[in-house]
């Protein structure tokens, strides 16, 4: 598709990789560039490529020596990378959060989803065939398949959880009163008080806080252009794990990435390798961004500010990256590109802005969504650290739960690693989506219900439905998992919209 094909520019477009050619630098493409920038951020070091744009040579790029070498004919040369920093349009951490996780999912969705399992779902009639024929052998080797996904399932674990707050933790906590609310004025901002819609949906999260402080921490995530990735992945983990998708989206699904940095600690001590901050696929892959309050104003991002608009982009190929996480998922590749128009029209149908994808805007103009994160706050430790700019530990508001448990004025950043079997459970996190288009606001549950009747190609059989959660759940299906459909468990009305 030419979407796919669409060649993503630089976010970064003022920092350049050059070569050393005799005495003088010389410039490499704007995409050769690109894909030593990604590297060099992703920590690849060293990497090797046979995509440069000049030569169909393997390359190996050793970032730390600052080298590159034609693996063909041993050829060494200099390069360097230069920043121009009165020129760098760098986007903030809070603007590029959804951009940043889109593109990381068209890269590394399938073989995320997939490991393991590189059978298409499309062979599945074949295989059962095969199974018939083979007979009691067959049946025999299934159920040795049945005993290995059990040991899977049992070596699945969160570790040990913090113990709970006492009930007179809870009561001083809920005398405290809404986490946005304490020692903090009233004031949603212009954008907002003329905005009945909006007005309405911020009075809803302050009720939501106040309702629910006494136990949990509350935490504001601002997105816009991946809405419809995250729409879709609710939608599968509705499918596959009860996830309650009316009430809100889900914003990140493959356990994977998650290896590798599963909590707070694991960010904080990973974050100096880091060398695009934040910007770190491997950052972004489990991590995303958010705020303390939806009234402070101190932030990069405010919700008061930001909740109308959302943020755009026009570098991304997200129809492409839509396709990439259905494969993922397991929808049979003949069926991909079918379903995805199916989902774009749906989207229309209901308001939820897909110019993006290819699709039409939403008729308010106002693309942004606000996800009201709500996580136990002896747990808040485990996943937030508190934050400043570009994924920077603040240090002074560390621990954040402490901070969070204080008299205010709350405010400042955090980052919060979105562990999936950790989000999905409504005794550990709790969420609410809200909408700043009143259609979709509106027509958000009906559509959650018509996308999860749209994933047919997931929910076809026990076998597939096994398949795709293990794929996502990167091969160790948790105890708590049953290969019938879940979806109408998670079809609870949202009363708090």
């Not at 990381?104 to 024929?133: C, F, I, M, P, Q």
């Not at 910007?279 to 309050?293: G, L, M, N, Q």
Request: hydrophobic share 35%; proline share 4%.
């Amino acid at each position: 598709d030419d979407e796919e094909e669409e060649e993503e520019e630089n976010e970064d477009d003022r920092i350049l990789w050059q070569w050393k050619c005799g005495g003088r630098w010389v410039a490499y493409s704007p995409k050769d560039i690109q894909l030593l920038e990604d590297a060099f951020t992703d920590g690849e070091d060293p990497f090797e490529t046979s995509k440069l744009s000049f030569n169909s040579s393997n390359y190996k790029f050793d970032f730390t020596a600052l080298t590159q070498t034609n693996l063909s004919s041993n050829k060494v040369r200099e390069i360097k990378r230069v920043v121009f920093p009165k020129l760098v349009r760098r986007m903030s951490s809070t603007v590029s959060d959804d951009v940043g996780y889109a593109k990381l999912v068209k890269k590394h969705s399938v073989s995320w989803g997939r490991k393991g399992d590189a059978e298409d779902a499309d062979n599945e009639d074949e295989e059962e065939k095969k199974e018939t024929k083979k007979g009691k052998k067959g049946k025999k080797t299934q159920g040795k398949e049945e005993k290995k996904q059990e040991q899977k399932k049992s070596d699945f674990s969160l570790g040990q959880l913090p113990p709970r707050l006492t009930k007179d933790e809870i009561k001083f906590q809920a005398a405290l009163g809404a986490q946005s609310r304490r020692s903090c004025r009233l004031d949603y901002g212009p954008n907002v008080k003329k905005n009945a819609h909006a007005t309405m949906c911020f009075d809803k999260m302050l009720e939501n806080e106040a309702r629910l402080c006494g136990e949990w921490a509350c935490f504001y995530n601002s997105y816009s252009c991946a809405a419809l990735l995250f729409e879709v992945q609710a939608a599968v983990a509705a499918v596959l794990f009860r996830f309650k998708s009316t009430y809100a989206t889900l914003p990140r699904l493959l356990l994977q990435p998650f290896r590798f940095m599963g909590d707070a600690d694991d960010l904080m001590k990973n974050f100096p390798k880091m060398r695009g901050q934040d910007h770190d696929t491997r950052f972004r892959a489990v991590a995303i961004c958010a705020v303390t309050s939806l009234l402070a104003s101190d932030s990069e991002a405010p919700p008061k500010t930001v909740f109308l608009q959302g943020y755009s982009c026009t570098d991304v190929s997200f129809l492409g990256i839509l396709k990439s996480l259905l494969s993922s998922c397991h929808v049979p590749k003949a069926k991909v590109n079918s379903l995805a128009k199916q989902i774009i029209a749906l989207s229309e149908k209901h308001g939820l802005d897909v110019s993006q994808f290819g699709g039409k805007r939403c008729k308010s103009n106002y693309p942004g969504h606000m996800l009201q994160i709500f996580i136990k706050r002896n747990l808040v430790d485990k996943l937030v650290y508190a934050a400043l700019p570009f994924g920077v530990i603040d240090k002074p508001r560390q621990p954040i739960g402490k901070t969070l448990g204080s008299g205010g004025p709350i405010k400042g950043q955090v980052r919060i690693c979105a562990h999936p079997a950790i989000f999905m459970r409504a005794q550990l996190t709790r969420m609410f989506v809200y909408s700043a288009d009143d259609t979709f606001h509106k027509n958000r549950e009906t559509f959650q219900e018509e996308l999860t009747a749209l994933l047919e190609p997931i929910v076809g059989s026990d076998k597939t439905r096994e398949a795709a959660a293990s794929g996502i759940f990167d091969g160790s299906l948790p105890e708590w998992y049953n290969s019938g459909d879940q979806s109408s468990h998670a079809k609870i009305v949202n009363r708090y919209k």
